[in-house]
């Protein structure tokens, strides 16, 4: 078995035992007993629990890479999004129940929720790039997070939620989002003459997210008195 295969193996029974077990049981022992493997392969290849579990959200932005290659020059950025945005959630569809656990577990664990908002940040920075929008510098740190909040987060609700075989309810709802995110990029001032480049650099003040339910915390910016902490998207 070569240490791709158990790196994988690895990582599948981590995420099989956040479903079964909840997080608190995911630690070096227990993940090699499942994936049938020396323990002494999960301490070569991760440093501990979190880093394991976030070797596997990484692991959705090869589908990043696969998309791009599909891109044509006449492609708009609010395409490009699109399809990123749901090769990525594609990926994950496999450990959808995982994550769901995941994001709540996040609240009281801070060194899984800070691993989680790394490895997101990351996420949304590659797909800017990728559709040309640009995430870089303190412009970029702005789309991120108008990104976030205007579009990936809903949209990350919608898919938790999403039953159809297509995942047809989240594409739905990822092309309301983009629409918003396009209409508020047309309003900015600077932006006029370059409306395809959404989101804008400076997407606020976004207003919060529309989709906060008993299901699940919202993840856009709350109102004052300060929020309770809330969970990351994926």
């Known amino acids: 078995m070569d240490q791709t295969s158990i790196r994988e193996r690895l990582i599948d029974a981590a995420f099989d035992l956040v479903v079964e077990e909840g997080f608190e049981a995911v630690d070096a022992p227990a993940v090699a007993g499942r994936a049938g493997v020396d323990v002494r392969h999960f301490h070569a290849g991760f440093a501990g629990p979190v880093d394991c579990i976030v070797a596997g959200l990484i692991a959705a932005n ?3 890479f696969e998309a791009a290659r599909d891109f044509e020059p006449e492609d708009t950025v609010r395409e490009k999004l699109f399809e990123l945005v749901m090769a990525r959630l594609d990926r994950l569809s496999e450990r959808r129940e995982a994550i769901a656990r995941l994001r709540w577990t996040a609240l009281r664990t801070p060194l899984l929720g800070a691993a989680l908002a790394w490895e997101l940040d990351r996420a949304l920075a590659l797909m800017l790039d990728q559709a040309g929008a640009g ?3 303190p412009a970029g740190a702005l789309r ?3 990104f976030l909040t205007t579009v990936y987060a809903p949209v990350v609700e919608a898919w938790l939620k999403d039953d159809s075989d297509d995942l047809a309810h989240t594409m739905a709802e990822l092309d309301k989002r983009l629409d918003r995110a396009e209409r508020m990029a047309r309003r ?4 006029r003459d370059a409306a395809d ?5 400076d997407a606020g003040p976004a207003a919060p997210p529309d989709d906060i339910t008993a299901d699940g915390p919202a993840d856009g910016l709350g109102p004052t008195p300060p929020p309770a902490p809330q969970a990351p998207p994926a």
Not at 188 to 191: M, S, V
Not at 197 to 201: A, L, N, S
């Open 197 to 201: 480049d959404m989101p804008g650099p």
């Open 144 to 146: 991120r997070t108008g």
């Open 188 to 191: 900015l001032p600077f932006n």
């Open 135 to 137: 995430a870089g510098g």
């Open 62 to 64: 090869d589908s990043a």
